[in-house]
């Protein structure tokens, strides 16, 4: 099946300081989804990818989708003790059904 | 409240005691999964329905596992001779071919299973 790799596998950061982490596919996906885990909570939806080169924004949040579609990355500019949490990528099968999650990319923020 | 319920929340079980857990989706959602997560590692994928269609099972699903979703509304999750390896968070979560193009999956908090 689909495998992913995402790094770092965690990251401290000063708040203020941005924050980036990568999401690595030795094959070509057809869409890829992002979640957020705060700690003792469970995944949110943040976002989707589908096209070749896509960028998306939301708020402080950037995210992108490579232009051969076997990487992203999702970009947090000036973090925020809020921002803590584990961030996920996500591939979703050809069938659009089931998801294949990174281990994840946990964030400490420290104020 | 439409968010995604799941009851337990939390559940301590011996070893070789049958559990079963009910997740509740978002109304009108026609899809349902089940994720199994532990420390430190992503959600893993369990099986998942299509209104009362359970249409995927995880090769990793042993036979001790079994998932119904009767009315295609709520699921149950059951587990038949627990094991201390079944100790983890159970995730449900929910979705909708309505919600195209977007098609991200709605999670609820969650069953912790502890099996002593």
């Known amino acids: 099946g689909q495998q992913v790799m995402q790094i770092p596998q965690y990251q401290h950061v000063q708040e203020g300081e941005d924050f980036t982490t990568y999401c690595n596919s030795s094959?070509?996906?057809?869409?890829i989804q992002w979640y957020k885990q705060r700690p003792g909570g469970h995944p949110v939806f943040l976002i989707q990818?589908?096209?070749?080169?896509e960028v998306k924004k939301q708020k402080r949040l950037t995210f992108q989708f490579g232009e051969a579609k076997k990487n992203s990355s999702l970009h947090i500019t000036a973090t925020q003790t809020t921002d803590v949490g584990t961030y996920f990528c996500a591939l979703q099968n050809s069938g659009y059904s089931t998801l294949t999650f990174g281990k994840g990319t946990m964030l400490l923020v420290s104020p | 409240d439409t968010g995604v319920s799941q009851d337990p929340r939390h559940k301590i079980t011996k070893r070789g005691q049958n559990v079963t857990f009910r997740c509740d989706p978002i109304s009108e959602h026609n899809r349902l999964y089940w994720y199994r997560q532990t420390l430190g590692q992503g959600p893993e994928f369990l099986t998942y329905?299509?209104?009362?269609?359970?249409?995927?099972k995880s090769r990793l699903l042993s036979d001790r596992f079994s998932a119904e979703r009767p009315k295609g509304s709520f699921s149950t999750l059951e587990i038949q001779r627990t094991e201390q390896g079944d100790s983890a968070m159970y995730l449900c979560a929910s979705s909708s071919l309505r919600d195209l193009p977007h098609y991200g999956q709605y999670f609820g908090p969650g069953t912790r299973l502890t099996v002593t």
């Open positions: 094959t070509t996906l057809s869409n």
């Open positions: 990818l589908v096209k070749s080169g």
């Open positions: 329905f299509q209104n009362e269609a359970q249409l995927e």
